[in-house]
């Protein structure tokens, strides 16, 4: 079955610390990785995908196959970077279609 | 400036009527999808549209009904309202279903109240 995992519901972390947002994933074929972030009374938009292997307001993040992860690094955290962060799946199994995590809230205090 | 709309953007209801969440876009994509955003679930996936005349169920379809007569307008009914669909409601366009795509763009959700 196809899953994205996200694992934590809430991560608080101060201004300037570094930053992981964990995404495990279960797919069987060759999925394609992306994350989106919902601001605070904003859409819902795509942050970065993995193909493109950019680096996206200093986020980053790798796929790592052999542990089925997509985790969303940046190595200091701003305020303005709070917001819900998804993890989501796409690929030919699932048509195409896009299978998202729970959402991660990220907290970044002053 | 084009885009994706939803409208109502808030509605109350009470179990048992029905109730029809709009969303129109002007970029003339194919594919449109409606989500629904809950608390520990994320997004999930309730039905999506390749093109007009052309819809498809996700993953938690049951109690609703899509329609797309026109590739601008994808209504989503809920035929009669329960309160576990309680939800904020995401529309989203996406001009090809690829894997060299995976950029929704999405409307500003509808939030709504089953009483």
């Known amino acids: 079955a196809q899953r994205v995992t996200q694992p934590e519901k809430l991560l608080s972390v101060f201004k300037g610390a570094p930053v992981e947002l964990k995404c495990n994933y279960s797919?069987?074929?060759?999925?394609?990785l992306f994350w989106y972030v919902q601001y605070s009374r904003q859409r819902l938009q795509l942050l970065l995908r993995?193909?493109s292997r950019e680096s996206i307001k200093g986020f980053t993040a790798d796929l790592n196959k052999g542990e089925t992860s997509f985790h969303l690094k940046k190595p200091f955290a701003q305020e303005e970077d709070s917001a819900m962060y998804y993890c989501?799946?796409?690929?030919?199994?699932?048509?195409?279609?896009?299978?998202f995590g729970s959402g991660t809230r990220l907290l970044v205090r002053p | 400036d084009a885009g994706i709309t939803q409208s109502p953007r808030y509605k109350i209801t009470e179990t048992g009527r029905q109730v029809t969440l709009m969303c129109h876009q002007t970029?003339?994509?194919?594919?449109m999808f409606w989500y629904r955003q809950d608390l520990g679930h994320g997004l999930r996936l309730i039905y999506y549209?390749?093109?007009?005349?052309?819809?498809d169920k996700g993953e938690v379809p049951d109690g609703y009904v899509v329609s797309r007569s026109k590739t601008e307008n994808f209504p989503l009914t809920l035929e009669s309202a329960t309160r576990s669909q309680t939800s904020v409601y995401f529309c989203?366009?996406?001009?090809?279903?690829?894997?060299?795509?995976?950029?929704?763009?999405f409307g500003e959700g509808s939030r709504l109240t089953v009483l």
């Open positions: 989203a366009s996406s001009r090809i279903m690829t894997e060299y795509t995976g950029e929704l763009f």
């Open positions: 797919y069987s074929g060759s999925p394609e």
């Open positions: 993995h193909i």
């Open positions: 989501a799946l796409s690929g030919m199994d699932s048509s195409y279609k896009l299978i």
């Open positions: 970029w003339s994509h194919s594919y």
């Open positions: 549209s390749a093109a007009a005349d052309i819809t």
